[in-house]
């Protein structure tokens, strides 16, 4: 049996209840995943990445979704929030708390969504990512029965951030979930969602999630993807965003995680005035492979990008980073920069960086740049005649590289959170942590 | 406290340095005044570790230690300290890091163990605000976007936090407005004490009538040419530096 062959025979054992456009779309997606496969080193877009991990992987449905409230306090952010939680997959009804929504608002379990309202969700579901972007979104299209819909109707401002939390068990049996998350923001609604990918440290699952973002005129989003899998997890992710005329979409992917890991961020800028921001964090150890895609399309004339992309890497980790701005014909007077920046902590960790800009348009401000390298020696010389030793000396300069990504983050829940798991992570030789706390501590006091 | 002897430095083949003697007692205060160019920066710099000075002649003890065989962190662990004559930013590292890394590592090699975090706290608010610096200056990076003089009481905040046995403070004068200059001369002012030392490095009268110096050193082209009280420093101011190189070369 091949490998897709094996894959989609778990599609055969699933409970059959599904409304029949969702059983036309899942068709499509077996159909086209059959046929392509998983990628190969050979595909350009996979040049860096190989999935046999995934491939020769064996991975069940799971079949529950309990976990236990101290776990996932555990994990997850103490955040004032509309919370759902899904595990491995599943919904857990009893760990969410969405009864708190302002008027205005949805946000449904993807499985409660189709059930009750395919009409409306059928009409955008899969309109950004369709079965031919990827296999994986394919693979995704052929699986997805749950995830979370979030709706804003127009000129809402959603209260507190909408958090997705998304856990993978150590389980006996590795399992595989194909979450779907839709946001469709109406006109000048303005949101913060967070999708969280958190769980037990012993989990070695299989996470393959899609993301549509759908923003109307003057639309807000602020979107997190903080992805903190367990090191044996294998996570593959798209994120598809459309814009409409002067919307906005905030879009921080942080990446500590994982071992293996794609993630692929793709905005469409459709109309004057849509401003997209990208920033990125990934921080690998050990043997970890982290790799980002992303892809800004100016569609229109007067749309704004900025992206910045950080990474540390250490020990043998991989990264890979390939950034690329499209501009169409005659999108003119767009603004579009570009940059990613890599810090080595070791000799043998590597990186793959390539920044792309694809121009078919005058009258337009771009910049692009990727730099790799190591720590400011004239800063490490300031810290050392202040009795800091050299190892110290750098761990702090290396959580402030992470920092300067983290500035952009307005939620401080998420900013401490990473700053600490940076601190925390950096070799054990630069003792951090602790500093990060009491820093903590006097800003509160 | 500390004895320089005979010191030779060059720069990249380029002798600055060309003998250079100085003692410091405890409980001292040193100025260091000197034309541009001199060598006065020079001297901190090798006292504190920079890279890039070979020190080809002499030698340099810290309470009877070999400084010249210390690492750079060992040395302000000692308790030596150099205040920087151009502080330089350093992006992203929170000014609370600092100076709590530093503190620690400056009590751990006295066998002291690590400031608990409400001393700590209490500490560092009560040093800023003597330095009249906002507690927000805390949570920036340090000298990030600062002002010129808010980087000079940024360092003199440091060297209150970690009270240094001597402190090396190059033209910490420079770039301050009357009101700062009396901030930080007050700051210099509470590190004194009898076992203690200060090393200032000026231009300038003015600090020195705020901060009065038991000695006064001209240093000029690599050696003290003349050393003398604090009256040294207002003849110097009146006359500038010429009558000295002319008494010495003659
Ligand atoms: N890294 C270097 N490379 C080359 N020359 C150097 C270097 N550092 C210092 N020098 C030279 O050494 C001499 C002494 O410089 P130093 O900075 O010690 O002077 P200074 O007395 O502090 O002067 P100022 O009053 O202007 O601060 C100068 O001629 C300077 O150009
Ligand atoms: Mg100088």
């Given at each position: 049996m091949s490998a897709p062959e094996r894959f989609l025979e778990r599609l055969n054992a699933r409970r059959e209840n599904d409304p029949s456009w969702v059983a036309a779309r899942r068709q499509a997606g077996a159909a086209r995943f059959a046929a392509v496969g998983f990628p190969t080193r050979r595909d350009e877009a996979w040049k860096?990445?190989?999935?046999r991990a995934i491939a020769e992987g064996d991975f069940a449905l799971a079949a529950d979704a309990e976990f236990l409230a101290e776990r996932l306090a555990a994990c997850a952010l103490e955040l004032d929030a509309h919370r759902l939680v899904l595990v491995d997959g599943r919904f857990n009804a009893e760990l969410s708390?969405?009864?708190?929504?302002?008027?205005?608002v949805s946000v449904t379990p993807l499985s409660q969504a189709l059930e009750a309202n395919h009409e409306q969700v059928g009409g955008s579901l899969?309109?950004?990512?369709?079965?031919?972007?990827?296999a994986f979104t394919a693979l995704n299209t052929a699986f997805a029965d749950e995830g979370a819909v979030v709706r804003l109707a127009p000129g809402t401002v959603v209260d507190k951030p909408i958090y997705v939390v998304l856990i993978s068990r150590a389980n006996e049996q590795a399992v595989m979930s194909h979450p779907r998350v839709l946001i469709e923001a109406g006109a000048r609604s303005e949101a913060t969602v967070i999708e969280h990918y958190a769980g037990e440290s012993g989990a070695a699952n299989f996470t393959n999630v899609v993301t549509e973002a759908l923003l109307e005129r003057g639309a807000i989003v602020n979107h997190y993807k903080l992805q903190e899998a367990a090191l044996g997890d294998l996570h593959v992710a798209s994120i598809h965003v459309d814009q409409s005329r002067d919307s906005r979409f905030n879009s921080f992917n942080l990446?500590?995680?994982?071992?293996l890991v794609r993630t692929d961020l793709v905005t469409d800028?459709?109309?004057?005035?849509a401003e997209a921001a990208y920033y990125g964090l990934f921080f690998l150890q050990g043997r970890q492979h982290v790799d980002n895609h992303t892809l800004v399309n100016h569609?229109?004339?007067r749309t704004f990008s900025n992206e910045s992309y950080k990474g540390i890497l250490d020990d043998r980790s991989h990264g890979v980073f390939n950034g690329k701005v499209y501009v169409k014909k005659d999108a003119q007077q767009i603004e579009a920069y570009q940059n990613n920046a890599n810090l080595l902590l070791s000799d043998r960790a590597e990186i793959d960086t390539k920044p792309e800009l694809v121009i078919y348009a005058d009258d337009v401000k771009c910049s692009h740049g990727a730099t790799t390298g190591q720590l400011d020696e004239e800063a490490v010389y300031a810290l050392r005649?202040?009795?800091?030793?050299v190892a110290m000396a750098r761990g702090l300069l290396t959580l402030a590289f992470a920092g300067e990504v983290m500035?952009?983050?307005?939620?401080n829940e998420i900013a401490e959170r990473v700053e600490r798991a940076v601190a925390g992570r950096l070799?054990?030789?630069?003792?951090?942590a602790d500093l990060v706390e009491t820093a903590e501590a006097v800003q509160e006091a | 406290m500390l004895e320089v002897k005979d010191l030779h430095v060059t720069v990249e083949g380029k002798?600055?340095?060309?003998?250079l003697d100085l003692t410091v007692q405890p409980g001292e205060v040193h100025a260091i005044m000197g034309p541009n160019g001199a060598g006065k920066s020079t001297l901190s710099a090798v006292i504190a570790g920079k890279?890039?000075?070979?020190?080809t002649q002499g030698s340099i003890l810290f309470e009877g230690q070999d400084?010249?065989?210390?690492e750079i962190e060992e040395r302000a662990r000692a308790g030596l300290l150099l205040g920087f004559q151009y502080p330089i930013e350093i992006p992203g590292v929170k000014n609370i890091y600092l100076l709590k890394a530093a503190l620690n590592a400056a009590r751990e090699a006295r066998g002291e163990g690590e400031i608990p975090a409400p001393e700590f706290m209490k500490l560092v608010r009560e040093k800023s605000a003597e330095m009249q610096m906002d507690p927000s200056f805390l949570q920036?990076?340090?000298?990030?976007?600062?002002?010129g003089g808010e980087k000079k009481r940024n360092e003199i905040l440091q060297m209150l936090v970690l009270q240094p046995k001597l402190a090396m403070l190059d033209e910490?004068?420079?770039?301050?407005?009357i009101d700062a200059m009396k901030v930080v001369a007050n700051g210099v002012n509470s590190l004194?004490?009898?076992?203690r030392a200060i090393l200032l490095v000026t231009h300038y009268q003015r600090l020195l009538n705020h901060i009065e110096p038991d000695r006064v050193h001209v240093l000029v082209d690599g050696r003290i040419v003349k050393s003398g009280d604090k009256s040294l420093a207002l003849e110097l101011e009146a006359r500038g530096y010429d009558w000295v190189l002319e008494e010495s070369v003659a």
């Open positions: 860096y990445t190989d999935v708390s969405l009864d708190a929504l302002p008027a205005g899969g309109r950004l990512a369709g079965v031919d972007f990827s990446n500590l995680g994982g071992s800028l459709n109309a004057e005035g569609n229109a004339p005649t202040r009795g800091i030793d500035e952009q983050v307005k939620l070799p054990e030789r630069f003792n951090l | 002798a600055i340095l060309k003998g890279d890039g000075y070979e020190v400084v010249l065989e210390m920036r990076a340090v000298n990030e976007g600062f002002s910490i004068d420079s770039g301050l407005d004194r004490s009898a076992d």
